[in-house]
């Protein structure tokens, strides 16, 4: 009863610091002709919600009415709650999960004007196609998750940060091996892929693999890795750089899947893609938050 008490308070404080960041935004946008829309959408969104109990299970759940605004911070929360909770299923229905090998891989470009910036994430998609099809790949990496993630210059809010944080299940040789990948490899290769006259900023992790990390420590990892690359990013309140985000981001999907990875989430899901928009209103928060985990919500 008193950790269910404590997640349901947790959960009151963090919705109540959503909620005051959300209305901020709202308050940017509303006094535009056209963005008042998405603004009174973010505005209203979570203006009521009911926390009830499983009698079943004595889950905690939430229930309301939510706008699915990509730049409302309530529904990027519940959307990084929804990914965290997609790959601890996937982890339960397939165990082996655990004994795989995984990278966790960051690729950028230079900082574009934020009114640029469609075109920019356009020219990333394309030069990571371009990486997947490289031989290297195609033959060491058996499955991978891309998030799409964008934040400001710290100098200049009028210019964004657009970057990929990559996670790839591969092959032992790739982490600790004869194909193993270095970061100046990583760069040259996203170099080329991305088509620049400049060595973009890479970074590659290998997460331990299970003989030295443990099964449980390797899945705990890599649902951390997950739930870092879907935190919510609030930025500047300011209408000219949430006007132009929502309008250069608008119907770019942030969340894509490949290989492997793809087919068990097909396999243990409804059997269609992960959609960006694809959210229930109903969470249940114990497959959501845990006890050993200290850094709740994220």
């Keep these: 009863m008193l950790i269910h008490q404590h997640y349901e308070m947790e959960l009151i404080q963090k919705q109540n610091e959503l909620k005051s960041s959300a209305r901020a935004?709202?308050?940017?946008?509303?006094?535009?002709?056209?963005?008042?829309?998405?603004?009174?959408?973010?505005?209203?969104?979570?203006?009521?919600?009911?926390?009830?109990?499983?009698?079943?299970?004595?889950?905690?759940?939430?229930?309301?009415?939510?706008?699915?605004?990509?730049?409302?911070?309530?529904?990027?929360?519940?959307?990084?709650?929804?990914?965290?909770?997609?790959?601890?299923?996937?982890?339960?229905?397939?165990?082996?999960?655990?004994?795989?090998?995984?990278?966790?891989?960051?690729?950028?470009?230079?900082?574009?004007?934020?009114?640029?910036?469609?075109?920019?994430?356009?020219?990333?998609?394309?030069?990571?196609?371009?990486?997947?099809?490289?031989?290297?790949?195609?033959?060491?990496?058996?499955?991978?998750?891309?998030?799409?993630?964008?934040?400001?210059?710290?100098?200049?809010?009028?210019?964004?940060?657009?970057?990929?944080?990559?996670?790839?299940?591969?092959?032992?040789?790739?982490?600790?091996?004869?194909?193993?990948?270095?970061?100046?490899?990583?760069q040259e290769l996203w170099q080329r892929c991305l088509g620049v006259g400049y060595i973009p900023d890479v970074h590659a992790t290998c997460i331990r693999p299970p003989q030295k990390l443990g099964y449980a420590a390797v899945r705990e990892n890599v649902i951390n890795t997950v739930r870092y690359s879907t935190k919510p990013v609030v930025g500047p309140i300011s209408y000219d750089w949430l006007a132009a985000i929502s309008r250069e981001t608008r119907s770019l999907r942030k969340v894509e899947l490949y290989g492997e990875l793809r087919n068990l989430r097909l396999q243990a899901g409804t059997g269609r893609n992960i959609q960006l928009g694809d959210i229930a209103d109903d969470i249940v928060l114990d497959e959501i938050f845990h006890i050993d985990e200290g850094d709740l919500p994220y």
């Design 25 to 186: 935004i709202a308050d940017e946008l509303v006094v535009h002709s056209t963005t008042k829309y998405e603004g009174l959408r973010i505005h209203d969104c979570a203006d009521r919600l009911t926390y009830d109990k499983d009698p079943f299970s004595s889950r905690i759940i939430t229930k309301g009415s939510f706008c699915r605004h990509r730049l409302c911070p309530i529904c990027q929360w519940r959307r990084s709650c929804k990914y965290t909770a997609i790959f601890h299923k996937l982890f339960d229905n397939y165990p082996t999960l655990n004994g795989q090998h995984w990278i966790y891989l960051t690729l950028t470009q230079q900082n574009c004007h934020v009114t640029e910036l469609r075109a920019a994430l356009e020219r990333m998609s394309i030069g990571f196609q371009r990486l997947r099809r490289q031989a290297f790949w195609v033959q060491n990496v058996l499955g991978a998750v891309r998030f799409t993630e964008v934040t400001h210059q710290a100098s200049d809010i009028a210019y964004a940060h657009p970057h990929y944080h990559c996670l790839l299940m591969v092959r032992p040789s790739m982490s600790q091996g004869n194909n193993y990948v270095s970061i100046e490899a990583w």
